[in-house]
């Protein structure tokens, strides 16, 4: 039984598409400049299937970054950012002196993308680049651009793929619109 008071609609990114995006997108960070000491940093929880599939990507690339996740949290279960951000959980790994690629699943205001940008600043990484799967640039306050991005899209409200509606949804293979009602 589900009481949730919405629905799925259109399916913007089915699990062969956001596949062959990551496909993609491997390549492009993998043929960069390869580091010896890159620290792939997912932001939780929205990261964890994104960063999961990139991860066993380049691999196959012969990329061997450490892994560790940040929790931030600026939108406290509904869908409208408050403008905050604020850390719920830090990063274990040293990364002084590191190159640091931060791993989002989505870019909407920029606020946390800037936030984390600068934290990790603060701790002294050499380098940062960052990667989203999503980008609404019709939403952006903060003016801020992802290094790479998997997808851009207008502003609607979607979940799936470890985007989460009141954290449902996150486990959805494909990525889906919702309609609220
Ligand atoms: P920003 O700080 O850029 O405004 O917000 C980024 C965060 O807002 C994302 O990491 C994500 O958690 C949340 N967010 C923004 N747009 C959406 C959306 O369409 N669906 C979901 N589920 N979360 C979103
Ligand atoms: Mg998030």
């Known amino acids: 039984m589900s009481l949730k008071p919405h629905h799925l609609d259109n399916v913007l990114f089915t699990p062969e598409k956001i596949q062959s995006r990551i496909d993609g997108l491997v390549d492009e960070i993998s043929g960069g400049e390869k580091s010896d000491n890159l620290v792939m940093i997912g932001i939780l929880r929205g990261s964890f299937m994104f960063l999961a599939d990139l991860v066993r990507d380049l691999n196959a690339h012969d990329v061997h970054p450490r892994i560790d996740f940040i929790t931030l949290e600026s ?17 274990e790994v040293d990364v002084t002196g590191a190159d640091v690629l931060l791993i989002d699943d989505i870019l909407d205001t920029g606020r946390t ?25 019709a939403r952006r306050i903060v003016d801020i651009e992802a ?8 502003d609607v409200f979607v979940v799936g793929y470890g985007l989460d509606y009141d954290s449902y949804y996150r486990e959805l293979p494909f990525i889906a619109e919702v309609t609220f009602i």
Not at 83 to 89: A, L, Q
Not at 113 to 137: E, M, N, W
Not at 147 to 154: E, K, Y
Request: proline share 2%; charged share 30%; with cysteine.
């Open 147 to 154: 290094d790479h991005v998997g997808f851009a899209i207008d």
């Open 113 to 137: 993308l800037q936030f984390a940008v600068q934290h990790l600043t603060d701790k002294g990484a050499r380098s940062i680049k960052t990667c989203t799967l999503l980008d609404k640039p």
């Open 75 to 91: 939108y406290y279960g509904g869908t409208e950012s408050v403008g905050k951000v604020e850390i719920r959980k830090d990063i």
